[in-house]
Structures are given as structure tokens and as C-alpha cells.
């Protein structure tokens, strides 16, 4: 057996797109992942697993229900983390403005995008190594200072919310060593980006991994894109 076992990463969201793909690299790169699906169905990251020889462990949880996210806390109560990321998201038609957007559709995209990743990185940050890293996956549309085009503004305006929200984090996080990444995975090709994007998945998620990777070592809050470029707030 070996005396240094393989680093372990917890991905959240990864029944398909870009969380998929983000497993699957993490795998190849030689970790151990435990990735995550919502309900009891079978998605593509179920075969991934199976071909996996046992590095892909799946785990279940919708993150927009607070007490599915402290049933997998629980569940997870012994384990270790070299990295915590939170892949999950949803988008809305792009077109609904402020004054179109339903009060439920708004809230769907702000508890799904803002609120629900936070409370995971809450729950799970003490499962989280003292050097390990902690990632979210944002949009360069969650720029404030980027947005002059304007359009997507409830899924924008949700991605800036993370960004804030993990900002205060950071902020509570002060001193310690871990380093703390906002991702912007470029426009890709999966169900939310659509076939018209600019990017293959596997082009963006070997950006995002080894951007990730670039961070190791280096305390505090970053907001990259795939290339590892810094995006302004
Ligand atoms: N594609 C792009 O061009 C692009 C650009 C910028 C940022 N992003 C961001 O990248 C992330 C992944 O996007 P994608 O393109 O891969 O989208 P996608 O193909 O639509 O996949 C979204 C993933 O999030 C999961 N998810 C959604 N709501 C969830 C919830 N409440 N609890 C748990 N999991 C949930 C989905 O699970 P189910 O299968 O159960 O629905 C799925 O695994 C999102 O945060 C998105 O905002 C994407």
C-alpha cells in the first residue's frame, strides 16, 4: 500500500457538463473523487465511475435543499479534502430582464447559483485540508466591471452574488493558508452553453484544472479564467 495516497477532491454537480468533465480530468491526473449527482438516476457520471477502477466515488445531493446538503455533510463527516469544488448552476433565458423574470425563476437561479454554493462551502469547509483549496465555478459574466454588453442580467447578476459571497468569505478566512479560486470556465459547448459556443469541454476543464492547480500554495481569493487569467470584479 502506498504511504501517500492519492489527493482526494470532492466535486459537486457532475452528472454532466463542465462538473463531468472536471471529474474525469481529476481522475486522469491520478486523484481520488468523490462527485456528486442529484437524485437516484442514472447519469453519465454513473458509467464514468464504472470505468474508473474505483477513483470516481458518486455521491447524491441537490444543493438548492439545505438539509440534502447536511445529510451529505454527514455522510462525509470522516473524510478529507484536498479540494472542495462547487460546479452547480442553472441559467435562465437570457433575455428576461429584472422586470420580465418571475419571482420564482429569479429565485431558482439566485438560491441555485449564489446562495447554494456558499452554504456548501459553509458546511464542508472543515473537511477541507489546512493547504487544500476551495473553488467555485462562476462566469466571466459575473464580472461587474466586464458588463457593458448587458444581456443574461438575473444569471449575471447571480454569478456577481457568488463572487461577492466568496469574497466575504475570504475575507472571514484571513490568515489561513488555503487558497481560494472563482473560476470562469470560458463559453462551452454543454446543455447550458449551447452547440454554438466557442469551447470543447475538455479544452475549458483542462484550463480549469491546471488553473486550479496553479493556485496550490498560494493563500486567498483569485477569480480566473480557464487560461488562468485574472478577471476584473
Ligand atoms: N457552459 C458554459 O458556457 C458556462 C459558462 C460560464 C459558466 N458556466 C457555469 O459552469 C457550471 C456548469 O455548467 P455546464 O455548462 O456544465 O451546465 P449543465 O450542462 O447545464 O450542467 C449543470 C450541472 O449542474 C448540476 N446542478 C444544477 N442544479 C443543481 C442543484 N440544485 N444541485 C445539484 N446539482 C445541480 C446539474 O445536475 P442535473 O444533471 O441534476 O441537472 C449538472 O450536473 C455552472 O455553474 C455554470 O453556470 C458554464
Same mark, same amino acid.
Given at each position: 500500500?502506498?504511504?501517500?495516497?492519492?489527493? /482526494? &477532491? @470532492?466535486?459537486?454537480? +457532475?452528472? *454532466?457538463?463542465? !462538473?463531468?468533465?472536471?471529474? =474525469?480530468?481529476?481522475?486522469?491526473?491520478?486523484?481520488h473523487?468523490?462527485?456528486?449527482?442529484?437524485?437516484?438516476?442514472? /447519469? &453519465? @457520471?454513473?458509467?464514468? +465511475?464504472? *470505468?474508473?477502477? !474505483?477513483?470516481?466515488?458518486? =455521491?447524491?445531493?441537490?444543493?438548492?435543499?439545505?438539509?440534502?446538503?447536511?445529510?451529505?455533510?454527514?455522510?462525509?463527516?470522516?473524510?478529507?479534502?484536498?479540494?472542495?469544488?462547487?460546479?452547480? !448552476?442553472?441559467?435562465?433565458d437570457?433575455?428576461?430582464?429584472?422586470g420580465?423574470?418571475?419571482?420564482?425563476?429569479?429565485?431558482?437561479?439566485?438560491v441555485?447559483?449564489?446562495?447554494?454554493?456558499?452554504?456548501?462551502?459553509?458546511?464542508?469547509?472543515?473537511?477541507?485540508?489546512?493547504?487544500?483549496?476551495?473553488?467555485?465555478?462562476?462566469?466571466?459574466?459575473?464580472?461587474?466591471?466586464?458588463?457593458?454588453?448587458?444581456?443574461?442580467?438575473?444569471?449575471?447578476?447571480?454569478?456577481?452574488?457568488?463572487?461577492?459571497?466568496?469574497?466575504?468569505?475570504a475575507?472571514?478566512?484571513?490568515?489561513?493558508?488555503?487558497?481560494?479560486?472563482?473560476?470562469?470556465?470560458?463559453?462551452?459547448?454543454?446543455?447550458?452553453?449551447?452547440?454554438?459556443?466557442?469551447?470543447?469541454?475538455?479544452?475549458?476543464?483542462?484550463?480549469?484544472?491546471?488553473?486550479?492547480?496553479?493556485?496550490?500554495?498560494?493563500?486567498?481569493?483569485?477569480?480566473?479564467?480557464?487560461?488562468?487569467?485574472?478577471?476584473?470584479?
Amino acid at each position: 500500500m502506498s504511504s501517500n495516497p492519492s489527493p /482526494t &477532491a @470532492l466535486i459537486v454537480g +457532475a452528472s *454532466r457538463g463542465l !462538473g463531468l468533465t472536471m471529474a =474525469e480530468e481529476y481522475a486522469k491526473r491520478g486523484w481520488h473523487v468523490i462527485a456528486t449527482v442529484r437524485g437516484t438516476g442514472k /447519469t &453519465a @457520471l454513473h458509467e464514468l +465511475a464504472q *470505468r474508473s477502477e !474505483g477513483r470516481i466515488e458518486i =455521491e447524491s445531493v441537490d444543493i438548492a435543499n439545505a438539509d440534502e446538503i447536511t445529510s451529505l455533510r454527514q455522510r462525509l463527516q470522516s473524510r478529507k479534502f484536498d479540494l472542495l469544488f462547487v460546479n452547480a !448552476g442553472v441559467a435562465n433565458d437570457p433575455e428576461e430582464t429584472a422586470g420580465a423574470v418571475s419571482t420564482d425563476e429569479f429565485v431558482r437561479v439566485m438560491v441555485t447559483n449564489a446562495l447554494s454554493p456558499m452554504r456548501v462551502i459553509e458546511q464542508f469547509e472543515s473537511l477541507v485540508s489546512s493547504t487544500g483549496t476551495i473553488g467555485v465555478m462562476s462566469s466571466g459574466l459575473g464580472s461587474v466591471a466586464d458588463n457593458e454588453s448587458g444581456g443574461w442580467d438575473v444569471y449575471r447578476g447571480s454569478k456577481a452574488a457568488l463572487n461577492t459571497m466568496m469574497r466575504s468569505f475570504a475575507a472571514r478566512q484571513a490568515g489561513n493558508s488555503r487558497p481560494l479560486v472563482i473560476i470562469a470556465p470560458g463559453w462551452v459547448r454543454t446543455d447550458m452553453g449551447g452547440p454554438n459556443a466557442a469551447l470543447d469541454v475538455h479544452e475549458s476543464i483542462r484550463g480549469v484544472v491546471d488553473t486550479i492547480t496553479s493556485c496550490a500554495g498560494k493563500p486567498g481569493l483569485r477569480y480566473l479564467d480557464y487560461r488562468g487569467h485574472t478577471i476584473r470584479w
